[in-house]
């Protein structure tokens, strides 16, 4: 945990139009500098960074927060790791966790260690990257060129060359004071067999840069160059680094540095099976492409991307292999609620192959004829039916597990529906032996992957209440005073208004820190949008607007009263009880007269909506 006091020195630090700037480019326009939304395709800058009050809104898909979330979402970090890092960043000493003095120096040493690892492996991919300039790496030059990669792609991902060579790299890294020992450590060094010392893991070979989300290299993988050059073909096309500390397979895609921006802008990732559809897809325009490093599709990957995207689309090769490892995914990619689609490639196709036949716009159609996964998992494992009985009962039964994974209600059952129609059979027989499913792994995540409609929250005046308290700070002790806020019945506006007061009593408004933890409810859209667009501009104009505002409210709860009371008096007559009727109807009399009085009062200054 850190301290709320470091938080609050970490935003006070940190320059939210810095920091935004590096993956939005912003211009100043009045108050706020205005963008290009990464959180959605947008056309116009409809996404506004306000400096002074540390937030941003983006007026078209309705994301706003602090500058926390907005590297949390456009980083898929977690809170901590945001704050460490802009810690980091803005020289902000965090305090060290209590500890024993033991523990503290091992953690010491981790964090030392892995700075090492780091290094080692930067230098290594610098290394790789400046070999495929060189003249050493013209044949690997003249692969990339036959795919159609240019210098820029090739750069984005880092692409080198290991040359051919038992201790290229060994050397070079000997030179920076690095030990084979530690080569070996990081994955790129292999003991002699029967000898003393080491030799390069990869020779002769096309390499790409594997990194982390935030783009440290962790690994690499390699690929031969010309087919079967010097091996008989026996060499394997890809060999990549072992699993390392940093480098587990199975939680890592290819890629996602890259994709970053574009992941977070379109909210969808294009899947596909190998590191050159990846890179091809890129130099076809499409940069929030990821592919799994040689792995199956598991949950951990799911969760990566479900972080940044809501769709996912797979393109896995137009061969068995790769119509199994889509239909494979479909469970992890559905149980963490990402909706997955399907672009199926032409026979014996893959995505670099499709890109270098038709270049672009053979991508831009496959992808516009895209499909949902499961749909075609269900329509293809029926087209392959023999017909009978049996075999269909026993494909209806395989198909159990995938109509579970989906996480929406009606959804599951429009697939059952699915099933029983291209299977031509009773649906009664297929909802009952496909039942179950949902959401046994995430529980709320019913809604899906659809983003919640934005809804306006509270009524007219309770808006235009917490309005006027945002612009003018000053008014909120008059609010507070004469018991306005008691009045707001909408439970999200009512708490914004008390940490209004309360921000206004300890005098520090922070309206990025009220709008960091507050989840993405519509009651927060609407606070951040009227938050970053001030109307009230003087106390003076402030306070009469309050007068009305609060004339109005007034009017509104004692109707409420009135209502109230009426079906109380209704409930009192169904019993009998005539001296509680009466009473009651006392009570309402004088409601009534108040509200006549309000009136009285409201229409001498009417007051236009
Ligand atoms: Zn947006």
């Known amino acids: 945990m850190i301290p709320e006091a470091k938080i609050a020195e970490i935003r006070e630090r940190s320059d939210i139009v810095e920091v935004i700037g590096e993956y939005v480019t912003l211009k100043r326009a009045g108050v706020n500098h205005k963008g290009v939304c990464p959180f959605h395709a947008d056309s116009d800058p409809s996404f506004n960074v306000n400096p002074s009050r540390q937030f941003y809104h983006c007026f078209g898909c309705g994301v706003s927060g602090d500058i926390f979330k ?62 495929l300039q060189s003249p050493a790496g013209a044949q690997a030059r003249e692969l990339i060129k036959e795919r159609g990669i240019d210098d820029e792609i090739a750069r984005l991902y880092r692409l080198g060359y290991a040359p051919d060579s038992w201790q290229g790299l060994l050397d070079h890294l000997r030179e920076k004071r690095i030990s084979a020992t530690e080569v070996e450590a ?76 574009d992941l977070s802008k379109t909210r969808e990732a294009i899947l596909v099976e190998g590191n050159f559809d990846v890179v091809s897809m890129a130099q076809a325009g499409f940069r929030n492409v990821v592919a799994p490093l040689g792995t ?57 192959s499709l890109f270098r036949k038709g270049g672009e716009e053979a991508i831009d ?44 209600h009606m959804e599951r059952d429009v697939y059952r529906q699915l099933v029983a129609d291209e299977f031509g059979i009773d649906p009664r027989v297929v909802f009952s032996h496909l039942r179950g499913g949902g959401s046994s792994t995430t529980g709320s995540q019913e809604s899906g992957a659809g983003r919640e409609e934005t809804s306006i929250p509270g009524t007219t005046e309770e808006r235009e209440l917490i309005g006027l308290m945002l612009d003018q700070p000053g008014l909120c002790g008059e609010v507070e005073e004469r018991g306005i806020t008691t009045m707001i019945v909408t439970r999200r506006l009512q708490k914004i208004a008390s940490d209004l007061i309360l921000g206004y009593k300890r005098k520090e408004f922070d309206i990025s820190e009220m709008l960091s933890g507050s989840g993405d409810d519509s009651a927060i859209t609407w606070f951040a949008a009227r938050a970053i667009k001030p109307l009230f501009k003087e106390e003076e104009t402030g306070r009469e607007a309050l007068k009305e505002i609060e004339q109005r409210m007034r009017g509104t709860f004692l109707k409420q009263g009135v209502r109230e009371l009426d079906q109380q008096i209704r409930l009192a007559n169904a019993a009998n009880d005539y001296h509680k009727v009466l009473e009651l109807q006392r009570g309402r009399t004088e409601i009534e007269k108040e509200i006549t009085y309000a009136h009285q009062a409201f229409d001498k200054d009417p007051i236009s909506d």
Do not use: C, W
């Not at 995938?402 to 929406?408: E, G, K, L, M, T």
């Open 186 to 261: 990081v994955g790129l060094a292999l003991p002699r067999k029967g000898g003393s010392g080491y030799y390069d893991r990869f020779r002769n070979r096309l390499v790409f840069t594997i990194t982390d989300p935030s783009g440290h290299p962790i690994a690499f993988s390699a690929r031969v160059i010309g087919s079967g050059s010097g091996g008989d073909g026996r060499d394997p096309k890809y060999v990549n680094s072992p699993e390392t500390r940093e480098f587990v397979k199975g939680k890592i895609l290819f890629g996602i540095h890259a994709a970053r921006v």
């Open 365 to 408: 159609s496959l992808l516009a004829k895209k499909k949902g996964l499961l749909d075609e998992i269900i329509r293809s494992s029926a087209a392959a039916s023999d017909g009978s009985a049996q075999d269909a009962a026993r494909r209806i039964g395989k198909l159990g597990p995938f109509v579970a994974a989906v996480q929406n």
């Open 296 to 352: 199956a599709i598991t949950d951990d990957h799911a969760i990566i991307l479900r972080r940044r995207v809501d769709n996912v689309v797979v393109m896995f090769d137009g061969d068995g292999a790769g119509r199994k490892a889509a239909a494979r995914a479909f469970p992890m990619l559905a149980k963490v609620g990402l909706a997955a689609y399907v672009a199926p490639l032409p026979d014996g196709e893959d995505p670099d």
């Open 70 to 131: 907005f590297l949390m979402t456009i980083e898929g970090l977690s809170f901590i790791e945001s704050a460490q890092r802009l810690a980091g960043r803005y020289g902000v000493e965090l305090p060290k966790q209590e500890m024993t003095p033991a523990a503290r120096t091992e953690q010491e040493r981790a964090r030392e260690a892995l700075k090492r690892r780091r290094l080692i492996l930067e230098t290594a991919a610098a290394f790789f990257e400046d070999n």
